[in-house]
């Protein structure tokens, strides 16, 4: 089983958009890709051609609609490993017309989409049909409230990664995922009632 906790579309503010799009592309060349389970590796396969086919999909549609490659954007085979690899793909400008915008993507992907104004972000944010979770990294401690209680999703990570049980909300899916909730999953309740007699 895959998790999907990866970011698939980046909201980058304006003033800060380009510095952090070259400091992006920068840390994803240092990523090791290969066999999963191989220590150092940070990328490993996807899980079938189809899931291949649908990020280039992806990628194409993405092109299409006037967003630029930064890094990546094709099928590859690292160190003659078998398996359904796909490099590591940043694309910029991006237009909420793309499928990237509307559909969750398992795939190594980042889409950065450019902001001005923290309603217009928190608007692009929701508008898709799954809401598993967002980051949001920001010193401003006011923001963080505001933003995180304008977002529809199940969990809302502020300046790091989300380690605890989550909710999945909208089409992301049903119950929860992490943590000791997670774990509640997997459980199956047996109530079992009792009248013992003399």
Same mark, same amino acid.
């Given at each position: =089983? ?13 003033? $800060?958009? #380009?510095?952090?799009?070259?400091? @992006?592309?920068?840390? $994803? ?15 490993? /396969? ?7 086919? &649908? ?5 194409? #549609? ?15 085979? /690292? ?10 793909? +940043?694309?910029?400008? =991006?237009?909420? &017309?793309?499928?990237?915008?509307? !559909? ?9 989409? /450019?902001?001005?104004?923290?309603? %217009? ?5 929701? #508008?898709?049909? +799954? ?8 010193? *401003?401690? /006011? ?5 995180? %209680?304008? @977002?529809?999703?199940? =969990? +809302? ?9 989550? !909710?999945?909300?909208?089409? *992301?899916?049903?119950?929860r995922e992490g943590?000791?909730?997670? $774990? #509640? %999953?997997?459980?199956?309740?047996? *109530?079992?009632? =009792?009248?013992v007699m003399g």
């Open positions: =089983m895959k998790p999907s906790r990866h970011t698939n579309r980046s909201f980058v503010q304006e003033g $800060i958009y #380009d510095k952090f799009a070259a400091a @992006l592309v920068d840390r $994803i060349k240092t990523l090791k890709i290969g066999n999963g389970i191989d220590s150092g590796v940070a990328i490993g /396969p996807l899980t079938h051609d189809r899931a291949v086919e &649908k990020a280039i999909g992806h990628i194409n #549609d993405a092109k299409a609609n006037g967003a630029s490659i930064l890094l990546g954007g094709s099928a590859c085979q /690292p160190d003659n490993l078998r398996g359904y690899f796909i490099q590591p793909t +940043v694309l910029s400008g =991006m237009s909420t &017309k793309s499928l990237t915008t509307r !559909e969750e993507v398992f795939a190594p992907i980042v889409a950065l989409y /450019p902001f001005k104004t923290e309603e %217009e972000v928190v608007t692009q944010a929701n #508008d898709c049909d +799954v809401g598993l979770g967002s980051f949001i990294v920001t010193e *401003s401690m /006011p923001r963080i409230w505001r933003v995180a %209680e304008g @977002l529809e999703v199940g =969990m +809302v990570g502020v300046n790091l990664g989300i380690l605890s049980a989550c !909710e999945r909300v909208k089409e *992301s899916g049903y119950g943590g000791r909730h997670g $774990i #509640d %999953e997997y459980l199956t309740t047996k *109530s079992i009632l =009792m009248n």
